[in-house]
């Protein structure tokens, strides 16, 4: 269907004229006319105006030129799954299981590969072929792939083995030997950190993807060390329960 189509009978069936339509996305009826004539598409801003308003995709008012999946999942998405930001606006790049209210759900791909196995798992696929496709799967997808820029699987599993090993080789007093590590996004482990001179920083970016891991500290129960990664350096900290009282241990340069 095209857009002018799609246009159409959006308008016809949430009962507006053109000139209710226009007063609602801020256009002139003219420009609602040529929108339905084929003459002209609306432009980006209107296009969310007028996405908001009828909640669809901006995908499916140019038309579905494109197959949408879920960039954190891989789950095809279509206008009833698709996840939405705080203010309403679709996100057309998550579903709503991944993506709500502008927060994300998943930061640690196990986690979310153990999810999948539960809903996916049947008489067709073992537990184990929808195991298996979800490690090959994911680490393509936007919402995973930026650590994964090193050269396919099996360098994947070299570098994080490297990873582990540069974590292992700090000898930190009271850290556990460091066994794996998972994919872990910047927004659910970037802890801000107190200066001397009383300021606070944050050293990793909220939207990265990050290799990492929290390990319970040898001195007692209540403290835990953090663990991230990424191609350029190594990051430990120490924070008490429910990542209080966070102290920087180790920023280290790769």
């Given at each position: ?50 996405s908001k308003l009828f909640d669809v995709s901006i995908n ?58 539960k809903t996916m798992a049947n008489g067709s696929f073992s ?128």
């Open positions: 269907m095209d857009t002018k189509d799609v246009i159409f009978e959006l308008r016809t069936k949430n009962g507006f004229s053109q000139d209710e339509l226009a007063e609602k996305v801020f256009v002139t009826r003219q420009a609602v006319s040529r929108w339905e004539n084929g003459e002209t598409t609306p432009n980006t801003e209107t296009l969310k105006l007028l499916t008012l140019l038309g579905s030129p494109r197959q949408l999946i879920c960039q954190c999942c891989g789950m095809p998405l279509d206008d009833s799954s698709i996840s939405k930001e705080k203010d309403g606006a679709l996100n057309e790049d998550y579903c709503k299981w991944c993506y709500a209210d502008g927060e994300y759900m998943y930061h640690d791909m196990d986690e979310l590969i153990e999810v999948c196995v537990a184990e072929q929808v195991r298996e496709y979800m490690k090959n799967m994911l680490p393509g997808l936007n919402y995973w792939k930026q650590y994964l820029n090193v050269g396919g699987k099996e360098k994947f599993e070299e570098f994080k083995k490297q990873i582990i090993d540069e974590f292992n080789e700090l000898h930190i007093e009271g850290m556990p030997i460091v066994e794996s590590l998972n994919a872990l996004v910047g927004n659910f482990i970037n802890l801000e950190y107190r200066l001397p001179n009383g300021r606070t920083i944050k050293f990793l970016d909220d939207r990265a993807t990050y290799l990492g891991t929290q390990l319970e500290s040898e001195f007692g129960p209540g403290k835990c060390f953090g663990l991230a990664a990424n191609m350029d350096f190594l990051l430990v900290c120490t924070y008490d329960e429910n990542g209080e009282n966070p102290e920087l241990i180790v920023y280290k340069k790769r």
